[in-house]
């Protein structure tokens, strides 16, 4: 198992030096996995998780992804079976969602976009996997760059520059319980989407590298947990993102996906943890830009989540 998170992480660690666009959406849930507790009896709401997140970057297109705030709520509504049964039913419900800011005004920090993510899943939990069916809605919204009195006129020429993405569709996945290896405890999962609604609305309107034609998506995500003392561990953790399409005007040639790297530093408490990463990341577009451009950077992020035994 070790080998292939060594290669996830090397290869995502190489994908902002590549030549080319690369082509992938922007995820708050990236840094989060979805698999729920598995000790836990049935019923109501046995569990509730959240955390939150946030990330100084350098190096983005135009700057826009010098700040990243991200927050997490995973809840489980109802739970058909308890931990004595080998085989687990349980549900989740899951919002995401990432607000991205640039550098440019007198404060340093003005906000730009708003990224949502909502999940509903029905999970199988087995002793070494999981698996899980369910139905995904990924939104962004503009923020600070719409101001003024025209925004209320459709047609006026003076309206400013906005887009909306949204993707919604049918979802799969699967992870891999914690295996320990001579690394630590490794751990991966993966999925499928399939949108069964893709809109990219754009003000001025432009067909350049549209989202209207992405018709799926696939993704994977590998860590590895080394323990230094009882509270104290290493993180390595890899992300990857292909979507596929059934046009891409201009695009044909590229090869479409997204990554992330980080290594990080985990001090977990009684009932939580906090995660000081290093980062490096890649996007096919700044979706702050009605004008698709393509964006890598690097970043120091902190995190504040539950304990690893509980999310990962």
């Given at each position: 198992m070790g080998w292939i998170l060594c290669a996830a992480i090397?290869?995502?660690?190489?994908?902002?030096?590549?030549?080319?666009?690369?082509?992938?959406?922007?995820?708050?849930?990236?840094?989060w996995e979805s698999t729920p507790i598995r000790?836990?009896?049935?019923?109501v709401m046995p569990s509730l998780l959240g955390g939150g997140e946030f990330q100084r970057s350098w190096g983005s297109a135009f700057g826009e992804q010098a700040w990243q705030f991200r927050t997490h709520i995973q809840a489980e509504p109802y739970r058909f079976t308890d931990s004595?049964?080998?085989?687990?039913w349980t549900t989740t419900i899951e919002a995401h969602q990432e607000m991205t800011a640039n550098p440019f005004n007198d404060i340093s920090f003005n906000p730009r976009t708003m990224?949502?993510?909502?999940?509903?899943?029905?999970h199988m939990l087995m002793k070494d996997y999981?698996?899980?069916?369910?139905?995904?809605?990924?939104?962004?919204?503009?923020?600070?760059?719409?101001?003024?009195?025209?925004?209320?006129?459709?047609i006026s020429p003076l309206q400013a520059e906005q887009r909306t993405v949204i993707l919604t569709g049918?979802?799969?996945?699967?992870?891999?319980?914690?295996?320990?290896?001579i690394f630590g405890m490794f751990s991966a999962s993966g999925g499928v989407e399939w949108f069964l609604n893709s809109s990219d609305n754009r003000r001025p309107a432009s067909d350049v590298a549209t989202w209207t034609t992405m018709q799926g998506a696939t993704w994977f995500r590998a860590q590895n947990i080394t323990p230094v003392t009882p509270s104290v561990s290493l993180l390595a953790t890899a992300f990857a993102s292909i979507p596929w399409y059934s046009a891409r005007p201009g695009a044909s040639s590229d090869v479409p996906y997204d990554a992330r790297a980080e290594l990080a530093l985990s001090l977990t408490g009684a009932t939580s943890r906090i995660d000081i990463a290093i980062v490096t990341e890649r996007v096919f577009d700044e979706l702050a830009w009605t004008t698709p451009a393509p964006s890598s950077y690097v970043g120091l992020c902190v995190r504040f989540m539950p304990q690893l035994s509980a999310t990962e």
């Open positions: 090397a290869a995502t660690f190489l994908c902002p030096c590549m030549q080319g666009t690369l082509h992938a959406q922007l995820r708050p849930s990236r840094t000790d836990r009896q049935s019923g004595t049964h080998s085989m687990q990224r949502w993510e909502e999940y509903f899943w029905l999981s698996a899980r069916i369910g139905f995904v809605h990924r939104c962004k919204h503009d923020i600070d760059n719409l101001s003024g009195a025209d925004e209320f006129n459709p049918p979802t799969v996945a699967a992870s891999l319980a914690p295996q320990r290896t």
